[in-house]
Each structure stands twice: as structure tokens, then as C-alpha cells.
């Protein structure tokens, strides 16, 4: 099997202008497609399932680059119903969009806003630890190589929920909340005779944990606007996932767009988010890719058509 050279250049810009980085994703480009098979198979948007994603889900990039050659991603989810949607499908739109990405325009980072318009809580406790994890694995983990035990000294280190926020959380009642405090909960140590006792029960031939960089995206921020009251809540729960340095770039916004424009020109935002550059309903029909610009929906691509 032949690289796209397009692919090649793009992940090679993308792990900074580095020929052994590039190699590293590379390789994961292809071995997430064997490890997370639900995001990358039956891609064929003539579904009956795709085919209702395209009608809830709208995930594009802004035609122009901003001025420091970062690009505007928007993420909406139409429908407010939250049984229609499927997270799987969700991502899958998304890596479906990123292959295209891939191949057709290039930028220094996006700026990711999330339109939560329509986002209940009944659509976020959909959201688990494990799908967390593994969109970090396919689009922008960490470092790699990192053992048991570094990873389990690292949560310890990580978690920043104090207690009125943990109480928020309980109170909640949702399961998959329940098990990311769980999970925290072990591994929170701040004792160092406990931490020493516990490093004694690891295996000293532990196996090493890959966080890939498949897409090598590179988050510049992250931004939740319309946000609902609950919004701070699970934001803080994905900071404490995210290492320091990206929870640093998530921001929640109201329904004013003022605190919005303080981060991104308005010469890159639709006239929905407070912008000038198009309306999202234009934006989201454009029918073809543009060398410089914004990336076609994935149902205009030919490597989603039925064959």
C-alpha cells in the first residue's frame, strides 16, 4: 500500500518539519485504524446511519487562516434529542473529515469551537472515559513511551478537583462521572510512604502506553460557546484529562460572543459566533475543497461515495 504524498507532507509539517516525528505518526496514522476499528471502518456516507449523522452533526474548518496561520473548526450538534445521537458515528464523521484535512490545507493549529446550542446533559453523559481516551489515542495524545508507572504517578499529580467540585460531581449521580472520580480517587496519592508501597506492587516489565499522535493535530484552543449551566462542570473534568499545557487553552463562553472575539478575529467567524465571514448554513453546503481554504463536507468527498 502506497501514501497519499499529500498525507506525507502534511504530518511532516504538522511534527514541526521532523522526518523521525513524521515517521511516528505515520506508523500511528495507520495502526489506530486496527485499534479503534469503529472510527475508520463503513465510512460509506449512503448508510442509513451516516446518513443521519450528516443531518445532525456539522463539523468543518473557516475558508481563511487567521492571522497567526491557525485554522477555525466549528462543531455542532443539531438536533437537541440526545437518543439520535451516536458518539461513535460522531467521531467517525470527525476522522472523516480529517482524512480529508489531511490531504487538502495545511495551518499552524485550530482554534476548536464547540457550539453547545443544543447540548443537554442527556448528550453528555454519553461522552465516557474510555471514548475520551481513545479520541486522545487517534488525534492528539501526549508523549509516548510512558510506563505504568509513570502514568499512574502522573494522574496522582494531575488531578486539580477539590472538594465542593468533587460533591458537584457526586450529586450528579452520572456513571460516567462516577468512574473517572473512581479512577481518580486511587490514584490520587499524596502520602509518599503510600506512593512507595504502591510503586513496590507495579511489575518491573510493565508494558510501555502508547498516547498516539495519529493526526498530530495540534490544539491551539478549545472553545465551548452557548454553554449551558453545567458546562464548567464538565469542562473541568475534561482539564483534569488533558495535560496541563492544553487544559490551559479551554475556555467556556455565554451566549455574548464578546469573550470569544478577545481570542479570535472576527475576520475568521461566522456571522453566527459574532464574525464576517459567512453564515454557517453557506458554509457547511460548500461543495468543493479550495487550495487554500476550507474543507468540503465529507459527503462531497469522493472517498466517501458508494461504489
Known amino acids: 500500500m ?17 522526518i523521525e516525528r513524521a515517521k511516528e505518526s505515520i506508523d500511528t496514522y495507520y495502526s489506530v485504524r486496527g485499534l479503534v476499528p469503529e472510527f475508520f471502518e463503513n465510512r460509506n456516507l449512503s448508510s442509513p446511519d451516516l446518513k443521519q449523522a450528516v443531518k445532525n452533526i456539522q463539523f468543518f474548518t473557516m475558508p481563511r487562516l487567521s492571522l497567526n496561520y491557525t485554522r477555525v473548526c466549528i462543531v ?95 450529586v450528579m449521580g452520572m456513571e460516567f462521572l462516577k468512574s473517572i472520580l473512581a479512577v481518580t480517587r486511587r490514584n490520587r496519592i499524596r502520602n509518599e510512604d503510600v506512593w512507595q508501597e504502591l510503586r513496590g506492587k507495579i511489575p518491573k516489565k510493565s508494558k510501555k502506553v502508547m498516547e498516539w499522535k495519529g493526526y498530530s493535530a495540534r490544539m491551539k484552543s478549545l472553545h465551548f460557546i452557548n454553554a449551558p449551566s453545567f458546562a464548567d462542570t464538565v469542562v473541568t473534568l475534561l482539564k483534569s484529562i488533558f495535560s496541563a499545557k492544553l487544559a490551559n487553552r479551554i475556555f467556556v463562553h455565554n451566549k455574548r460572543y464578546d469573550t470569544l472575539l478577545e481570542h479570535i478575529s472576527p475576520e475568521v467567524l461566522p456571522t453566527e459566533f459574532g464574525g464576517k465571514a459567512g453564515s454557517i448554513s453557506d458554509l457547511w453546503a460548500l461543495p468543493k475543497p479550495r487550495p487554500t481554504g476550507g474543507v468540503r463536507r465529507p459527503d462531497n468527498n469522493a472517498d466517501y461515495k458508494a461504489t
Not at 502506497?2 to 521532523?18: E, G, I, M, Q, Y
Not at 467521531?91 to 489531511?102: A, C, H, N, T, Y
Not at 461522552?127 to 505504568?148: E, F, H, N, W, Y
Open 76 to 170: 455542532r450538534y443539531i438536533s437537541s434529542d440526545a437518543s439520535l445521537l451516536d458518539l461513535n458515528l460522531f467521531f467517525k464523521m470527525m476522522f472523516m473529515v480529517g482524512d480529508i484535512r489531511l490531504r487538502e490545507c495545511m495551518c499552524l493549529g485550530e482554534d476548536i469551537i464547540v457550539d453547545m446550542s443544543n447540548i443537554t446533559f442527556s448528550h453528555v453523559t454519553k461522552l465516557t472515559p474510555v471514548l475520551v481516551k481513545k479520541i486522545q489515542m487517534c488525534g492528539m495524545g501526549g508523549r509516548a513511551g510512558k510506563s505504568d508507572e509513570e502514568l499512574l504517578r502522573g494522574t496522582a499529580e494531575t488531578w486539580t478537583l477539590n472538594a465542593k467540585e468533587t460533591r458537584k460531581f457526586e
Open 2 to 18: 502506497s501514501a497519499d504524498p499529500r498525507l506525507l507532507c502534511t504530518l511532516w509539517f504538522r511534527r514541526k518539519c521532523s
